[in-house]
T-cell receptor, first 114, second 115 residues
Framework: DAKTTQPPSMDCAEGRAANLPCNHS???????VYWYRQIHSQGPQYIIH???NNETNEMASLIITEDRKSSTLILPHATLRDTAVYYC???????????????FGTGTLLAVQP | DTEVTQTPKHLVMGMTNKKSLKCEQH?????MYWYKQKAKKPPELMFV???????INESVPSRFSPECPNSSLLNLHLHALQPEDSALYLC??????????????FGPGTRLTVL
């Protein structure tokens, strides 16, 4: 699985959009970009994933550059409850094999300020 | 029900003790996982079970022994642990099988302290 690079920490004002970048310059054509977050003292939580098109769900939007070497997770209106470590993970989608490995990088600690 | 439960929430054990961590899910998932997370570090995969069979062991020491008695349950048996094994132990599950497997659902973890 390709490695990812994220800034160690970011601040965001409550109510503003939080834009979390991720570099994955060695991503392969069959690898997806996944985002998980981990709120303090909880298990990680899936947010969103995508291959090459931009994706949006009820939690966030994922913008992937055309060359797929980087992506941005956008929380449109950050709240205090969004304070967490956000992990960007690149992996091939599993189609029934036994290699469901999530390799977490160091992530970005997002601190939402009141 | 999209919940993965783990018991106990906290566990303190001595180096000569034998204890077990338990994980349960009722989402019909056929893949289950154990991760270990040290303080201020990301989770690290330990084991993967697929259809109740061990499919991945990330070179974990034998003092950690996983068991998957059925498709809903995953145990981690602990014996002769060291203080450096103190960590948060996370269980997760995913759909597995012959289909898209997008999301892993994580439990809240068991915080283990080895004295």
């Amino acid at each position: 699985d390709a490695k990812t690079t994220q800034p160690p920490s970011m601040d965001c004002a409550e109510g503003r959009a939080a834009n979390l970048p991720c570099n994955h310059s060695t991503i392969s054509g069959n690898e997806y970009v996944y985002w998980y977050r981990q709120i303090h003292s909880q298990g990680p939580q899936y947010i969103i994933h995508g291959l090459k098109n931009n994706e949006t769900n009820e939690m966030a939007s994922l913008i992937i550059t055309e060359d797929r070497k980087s992506s941005t997770l956008i929380l449109p209106h950050a709240t205090l409850r969004d304070t967490a470590v956000y992990y960007c993970i690149v992996r091939a989608l599993n189609y029934g094999g036994a290699t469901n490995k999530l390799i977490f990088g160091t992530g970005t600690l997002l601190a939402v300020q009141p | 029900d999209t919940e993965v439960t783990q018991t106990p929430k906290h566990l303190v054990m001595g180096m000569t003790n034998k204890k077990s961590l338990k994980c349960e899910q009722h989402m019909g998932h056929r893949a289950m996982y154990w991760y270990k997370q040290k303080a201020k570090k990301p989770p690290e995969l330990m084991f993967v079970y697929s259809y109740e069979k061990l499919s991945i062991n990330e070179s974990v020491p034998s003092r950690f022994s996983p068991e998957c008695p059925n498709s809903s349950l995953l145990n981690l048996h602990l014996h002769a642990l060291q203080p450096e094994d103190s960590a948060l132990y996370l269980c997760a599950s995913s759909q597995g099988g012959k289909g898209l497997d997008n999301e892993q659902f994580f439990g809240p973890g068991t915080r283990l302290t080895v004295l």
